[in-house]
């Protein structure tokens, strides 16, 4: 243990806080902040993924933010492997790293050497799936993982379905489930990480979701996400998947009202934080 470096984690629901929480630290400790959040890595997807103000970035230095294009696939073991490239660097100056964010895996994946369904890998199996889900829909494949791997299935969001697809082909391949993945014990962690979580009660937390959500509106995330598809992102990338970006598209297309595109904005958003919630709760030692 004497050995590790030691990282600080600020974790919990989207609009639970957790940036207010990290700034609170810099008035106490020389903390650099490793962003740990898989739509803020995508460059031009500022509003509806909720970034570090540039006055916080200003403040305090900010890592893994706008590090690929939203053209980009962007896979997990590429985050791991950047972020612990900042983590090493922020330590070396003899600063605090603090993860903030709310993407469970990427929590997880730092914290412990784990797999991601290793190398099972099949192209054929993937093709297939990536087809049925250009067929049917991304609700028919999610409920098909629901059904041969449930635990796996309540963890991933439908509109995740880079991550499900990837789920029934670990399934397929290893005749294993992916939620069966090995939880490595704590001696197996790879940093000294003390994990942080944000609390609300639930009808705070949806209320605080609520208003995020239309003040994203009043920011212009209409105007970001046309932008984005007028810039020649494809509404099927994996960077817009994302809450707030897909269910945008409909309203663009004419095919949905400004209050409809709210309400299904948050209600979406409750939903992922009830599922983050699930998550964190079963992180050790939070």
């Not at 540039?54 to 997990?76: F, G, I, K, W």
Request: hydrophobic share 40%; with cysteine; charged share 25%.
């Amino acid at each position: 243990m004497l050995n590790k470096t030691r990282v600080l984690a600020v974790v919990g629901p989207t609009a639970g806080g957790k940036s207010d929480l990290a700034m609170a630290l810099a008035q106490h400790l020389p903390i650099e902040i490793v962003c740990m959040d898989s739509m803020q890595i995508y460059q031009g997807m500022d509003i509806g993924t909720a970034k570090p103000t540039p006055e916080d970035r200003a403040r305090v230095a900010h890592h893994m933010l706008d590090v690929c294009t939203p053209h980009q696939a962007y896979s997990v073991a590429e985050y791991v492997e950047a972020a612990d490239a900042a983590i090493a660097g922020i330590a070396a100056r003899g600063h605090v790293p603090v993860l903030v964010g709310g993407t469970g895996l990427y929590l997880r994946a730092l914290r412990y050497p784990m797999t991601l369904g290793g190398g099972a890998r099949n192209d054929a199996v993937r093709a297939r799936y990536q087809q049925m889900l250009e067929k049917e829909g991304a609700q028919a494949v999610h409920a098909l993982l629901h059904q041969r791997d449930p635990e796996a299935a309540r963890t991933l969001h439908p509109n995740n379905t880079r991550r499900v697809i990837r789920a029934l082909e670990v399934l397929e391949v290893t005749g294993q489930p992916f939620s069966s993945q090995r939880m490595p014990e704590e001696h197996e962690e790879r940093y000294a990480m003390t994990v942080l979580g944000t609390q609300w009660p639930r009808p705070t937390l949806y209320k605080r979701i609520n208003l995020r959500v239309e003040r994203m509106m009043q920011a212009g995330l209409l105007e970001e996400v046309r932008a984005l598809l007028d810039s020649g992102v494809s509404p099927d990338a994996q960077s817009m998947q994302g809450l707030g970006y897909k269910e945008v598209i409909p309203y663009l297309a004419g095919q949905a009202t400004r209050e409809d595109t709210v309400e299904l904005i948050s209600r979406r958003t409750r939903n992922y934080a009830k599922r983050q919630l699930t998550w964190f709760n079963r992180e050790p030692g939070l």
